[in-house]
T-cell receptor
Framework: DVKVTQSSRYLVKRTGEKVFLECVQDMDHENMFWYRQDPGLGLRLIYFSYDVKMKEKGDIPEGYSVSREKKERFSLILESASTNQTSMYLC??????????FGSGTRLTVV | AQSVTQLGSHVSVSEGALVLLRCNYSSSVPPYLFWYVQYPNQGLQLLLKYTSAATLVKGINGFEAEFKKSETSFHLTKPSAHMSDAAEYFCAVSDTQAGTALIFGKGTTLSVSS
């Protein structure tokens, strides 16, 4: 069964910590995406990548960075976590012209 | 710029009743349109997609959606709701340029009562 795997379902971090959220897909997809989901706001695009070592800013990139050193792995980095980054983070991958396959999400709490 | 508007953040129906979840889009080029469903504590699952073939699209779990260009709409329907349909539903749009990231609506929570 093909899938997108996010390394943690729940994560609690302290303000100011550097946080890594990992996402791995086993479908050989070119495209990978990071969204955050907040009640009443839907999904908002943080960063995406069309190829290894490529990245594009989404709608809300501030306070985040990404890394894609291998095709199957796309990491989201919170350089200095803040309480307003408490959220559900969703990773997805896709082939061209196809819908996304989502991971199960990481619920991050910053205290 | 593309955008998606889902009318109604919360819809409640009785079991066996018609489900209608509304989605309107804005796009400067012919769009690709998607509906996703999210069950509690899970990621999003693709229900159906429109990619410029038939305007009436059938998806999983008995859902379907009709693309109406004149109304810029892509409403999701199901003739008879089941308790298991209770979830959050998201409409999404991308333009036909390959690889463009999806833009999601804010979601509609569907409640089904017995």
């Amino acid at each position: 069964d093909v899938k997108v795997t996010q390394s943690s379902r729940y994560l609690v971090k302290r303000t100011g910590e550097k946080v890594f959220l990992e996402c791995v897909q086993d479908m050989d997809h070119e495209n990978m995406f990071w969204y955050r989901q907040d009640p009443g706001l839907g999904l908002r695009l943080i960063y995406f990548s069309y190829d290894v070592k490529m990245k594009e800013k989404g709608d809300i990139p501030e306070g985040y960075s990404v890394s894609r050193e291998k095709k199957e792995r796309f990491s989201l980095i919170l350089e200095s976590a803040s309480t307003n980054q408490t959220s559900m983070y969703l990773c997805a991958s896709s082939l061209w012209d196809a819908g996304y396959t989502f991971g199960s999400g990481t619920r991050l709490t910053v205290v | 710029a593309q955008s998606v508007t889902q009318l109604g953040s919360h819809v409640s129906v009785s079991e066996g009743a018609l489900v209608l979840l509304r989605c309107n889009y804005s796009s400067s080029v012919p769009p690709y349109l998607f509906w996703y469903v999210q069950y509690p504590n899970q990621g999003l699952q693709l229900l159906l997609k429109y990619t410029s073939a038939a305007t009436l699209v059938k998806g999983i779990n008995g859902f379907e959606a009709e693309f109406k260009k004149s109304e810029t709409s892509f409403h999701l329907t199901k003739p008879s709701a089941h308790m298991s349909d209770a979830a959050e539903y998201f409409c999404a749009v991308s333009d036909t340029q390959a690889g463009t990231a999806l833009i999601f609506g804010k979601g509609t929570t569907l409640s089904v009562s017995s």
